[in-house]
């Protein structure tokens, strides 16, 4: 109870401080408002002021300058013509010529008594004319607005002057006169668009011109009117006391008028040469807008400011109140999310443990086989390639875990390089025929409407992308399931330097689920359920291959059904990289294709056509058989027939044994297939078949493939290419490691190449130095040793002066396999990159390019 009455007092007193604050704080932002406006609208009248002074001032030496010139050129009238001539009549006329030359429209002179005896133009006469004639007869300049003969206003400029009258008066002064629109255009008084507006006035309030706009004629009406009647008592209501005063005493004036229900700032300065007083108006209409706006978001920044600050005040005492609460939130939260990455990091471990332990299993298990059974050359053979593939699996599980962490820390890069499609595709080929093959799955490629084979791209990250995904299809379609690979090509909208190609694919598998094919592309995300837990992975490929797809600035997409397949499209625009020209023609032979794939046929006949070659098609092998019988019979044989390996009839061995019974061996017939050529070779032979030609059909394949039938330099050439004797050729190895060391003389002495051993980078910089030009034939270089890095001997060869040192092939062979470091390598003046493990095809590939 106690604790209760202490808690209301405290909430009481709270709740009070907390509307004190909230009036005090509306009564002294209302105040600053109000003090500010008042502040604000006192600095602009005060700017306005100045502003006005100084237009003012600018008008006043405006109208000095040009009353200056005009008496000038009166003054040079008189200098010119003497008032001592005797001949009057000569004076008069060189007068007037003397103001037609100036541009006057007016000559006059004036007598002492005020009368004015015209020389030039209309007669004319000030409207005030008592002080003009005094001003002449003390000698001084003055200008006046005066009339002429038919009522037109003139501004009239008079200087002392003594030349005879015809009426026998006395002559004071010379008056030259021009229309007085010349001085209200030279001061530009009736400019539109001017953000003040100007009159001249007399002391007396009376206009000498005046603007267009009458808001304040009526009053300079009451000064007017006050100076004619001396009382004053009608302006004590308007303000102009002080105005009338400023006018009396000829000196400078400033006030703000309310005219209208506005505010106007007027500023009023005596003309030189004159009696004249120039007023100038700035209506603040403009002004006001502005003003008023300023001070409607003054007062709402001011109550937008008050609330921010009670909202401030209110979210405080709310905060004191369930900060407990918060923190007990926050530690909720907190221990939930340790929870989850606990359970993800769990559960990442649990399926790396399971995939890992996996091929380590069989690795150990099948070393442990092979070594009780060390004398059974078929059993070891058998372990040892189980060891191989287990061995694979393993570097791919590794390899994706370490490409996910470069993703995920953003260090993964793409390096370019000009790459052949076609050697792409053919290399994907035979990487995938082994798991294709353990699966007895049918597998397929097509190639469609491919005119450029090189372009610039990561050919690495390439390869992993159309690994990544043939392998899941491979892995995801049970045995028998067809997995389907095509390449078509399009063009690109980034210009003709570019190409578009697109890339499917499909099988006809397990499919995904809808749910997970929202996730497909998430770390460690795998389709979960009994359908795939035989199989083997992290869960990152996908991951990996929509990471690069879009470093490559492409796109990909993916449909698929459960229980009937998966489609992935892959879309990307690649430079076009210049290509050495072929002139790829070959003979017109008739040549018959022959395969169950409509579309392979067509885009085969197609490409067959672009070579010069007339193709027929068909899908079966009896219409084939049909085919070459009919053609034989009319006596125009095919020149070369192609032949699919599988077909659904009859497959293309079958067909071959059919026509070589029926036509016999003059027609040469090649099997084309993505299946590996050594595995029924023999019995190709056997069958009637004359060579092979792998898929995918490119252009240059199909050129290549038929040129050595051409007859010939061609074939010759071709076939002294296949074969490259490594017998006596030296090898220079930088390797620190001694096991991998064996292990690689191993492997190349099997060739009967020699194989020479440098601990590391100096060694090998020191052997390559002293041993005599074109000693050794290649150099294969590790890249981290100690000493001398692999990257630093690299350098130093190519830097030495012998002739071979930039010409002899060095090939990184090292464990950093990423993008940078196949770049890194080549910069350095390396031929290529082989990745360790090694692999003995990449490793001999290599040696024959550059042997």
């Not at 009070?16 to 500010?36: D, E, H, N, P, T």
């Not at 296949?722 to 060391?741: F, G, H, P, Q």
């Not at 002899?808 to 464990?815: G, K, N, R, S, Y």
Request: hydrophobic residues 40%.
């Amino acid at each position: 109870m106690s604790s209760r009455q202490h808690k209301n007092p405290t909430t009481h007193f709270l709740l009070c401080s907390f509307i004190g604050l909230l009036l005090f704080s509306v009564v002294v932002f209302s105040l600053l408002g109000v003090y500010m406006n008042r502040k604000s609208r006192k600095t602009i009248y005060e700017v306005g002021e100045i502003y006005m002074a100084g237009m003012n001032e600018q008008m006043s030496r405006h109208f000095e300058n040009v009353i200056k010139l005009r008496f000038a050129q009166v003054e040079g009238i008189t200098s010119v013509v003497s008032a001592e001539n005797s001949d009057r009549e000569s004076q008069y006329e060189e007068l007037v010529y003397r103001a037609q030359v100036r541009g006057f429209d007016y000559l006059a002179i004036c007598s002492k008594e005020g009368n004015f005896e015209t020389l030039y133009g209309e007669s004319i006469q000030p409207i005030n004319p008592s002080p003009f004639v005094e001003a002449l007869q003390q000698g001084e300049q003055r200008v006046a607005v005066g009339v002429d003969a038919v009522g037109n206003e003139v501004v009239l400029f008079g200087v002392e002057a003594d030349y005879p009258m015809k009426n026998g008066e006395e002559c004071i002064g010379l008056t030259a006169a021009v229309p007085l629109d010349y001085i209200t255009e030279f001061l530009s008084l009736e400019d539109e668009g001017q953000l003040t507006y100007y009159h001249i006035i007399r002391p007396d309030g009376s206009f000498v011109i005046r603007d267009s706009n009458t808001e304040l004629w009526e009053y300079f009406n009451l000064l007017q009117m006050q100076h004619n009647s001396a009382a004053n008592q009608s302006l004590s209501d308007t303000g102009l006391e002080g105005f009338a005063d400023a006018l009396k005493g000829n000196q400078k004036y400033s006030a703000i008028l309310k005219v209208n229900g506005g505010d106007r700032q007027i500023y009023g300065m005596p003309l030189p040469y004159s009696e004249w007083y120039l007023v100038g108006v700035m209506p603040y209409g403009v002004l006001d807008e502005t003003i008023n706006s300023l001070s409607d978001q003054r007062i709402l920044i001011t109550l937008l400011s008050c609330v921010s600050v009670l909202l401030l005040l209110t979210l405080i005492f709310l905060r004191y109140f369930s900060m407990t609460r918060m923190q007990m939130q926050e530690l909720g939260k907190a221990r939930q999310a340790a929870i989850e990455a606990s359970k993800a990091k769990s559960e990442f471990l649990a399926n790396m443990s399971h995939d890992i332990r996996t091929p380590m299993n069989a690795i150990v298990g099948m070393t442990a086989i092979a070594t009780a059974h060390i004398n059974d050359r078929e059993q070891v053979k058998n372990c040892l390639r189980k060891i191989t593939l287990s061995s694979k699996h393993l570097l791919g599980l590794i390899n994706d875990v370490l490409d996910m962490s470069k993703i995920e820390s953003g260090n993964l890069t793409l390096t370019t390089e000009q790459i052949s499609l076609r050697e792409v595709t053919e290399g994907i080929v035979s990487i995938m025929q082994p798991q294709v093959k353990a699966k007895a799955q049918y597998f397929d490629v097509h190639i469609e409407n491919i005119l450029t084979e090189n372009v610039w791209c990561d050919g690495v990250r390439l390869n992993q992308v159309l690994l990544n995904l043939l392998s899941n299809a491979t892995k995801y379609t049970p045995e028998g399931g067809s997995i389907q690979l095509s390449l078509s090509e399009e063009k690109s909208p980034k210009g003709e330097n570019f190409v578009r190609i697109h890339i499917n694919v499909k099988d006809n598998g397990i499919g995904m689920t809808t749910e997970f094919l929202k996730k497909i592309y998430e770390s460690y995300s795998r389709a979960d359920g009994s359908r795939v837990h035989k199989t083997e992975g992290a869960g990152l490929g996908m991951a990996i291959t929509k990471y690069i797809v879009d470093a490559m600035e492409g796109t990909i997409d993916v449909q698929s059904t459960p229980g009937k397949g998966t489609e992935f499209h892959i879309v990307v625009d690649f430079e076009k990289a210049a290509a050495i020209e072929v002139d790829m023609v070959l003979p017109p032979w008739n040549m018959l294709v022959v395969d169950d794939d409509e579309l392979l046929c067509k885009t085969a006949a197609g490409a067959l056509r672009s070579i010069g070659i007339r193709a027929e098609w068909t899908l079966s092998g009896e219409k084939a058989v049909e085919l070459a019988n009919y053609r034989h019979k009319k006596r125009d044989d095919y020149q070369i027939i192609l032949l699919d390996w599988k077909l659904p009839d009859m497959n293309g061995l079958q067909v071959a044994r059919e026509i070589r019974h029926n036509l016999g061996s003059e027609i040469p017939i090649l099997l084309i297939s993505a299946y590996d050529w050594g595995e029924f070779e023999a019995e190709a032979r056997d069958a009637g078949i004359s060579g092979f030609i792998s898929k995918p059909l490119f252009k240059s394949t199909l050129f290549y493939g038929l040129r050595p039938y051409m007859g010939g330099e061609a074939a010759k050439d071709l076939v002294s290419e296949k074969n490259i004797n490594m017998s006596e050729r030296r090898i220079l190895l930088a390797e620190d490691n001694e096991l991998n060391w064996e292990i690689t003389r191993e492997l190349l002495s099997d060739l009967g190449a020699k194989l020479e051993w440098a601990e590391d980078g100096q060694i090998c910089l020191k052997k390559f130095r002293d041993s005599p030009t074109g000693y050794y034939d290649v150099i294969l270089m590790d890249i981290r040793m100690p000493n001398m890095t692999g990257y630093e001997a690299a350098k130093a060869i190519r830097g030495l002066e012998r002739p071979d040192s930039s010409t002899v092939p060095i090939l990184a062979m090292t464990a950093d396999a990423f993008s940078e470091d196949i770049q890194q390598c080549l910069e350095c003046g390396m031929n290529a990159h082989i990745a360790k493990p090694i692999d003995v095809k990449d490793l001999i590939r290599l040696l024959k390019k550059y042997l």
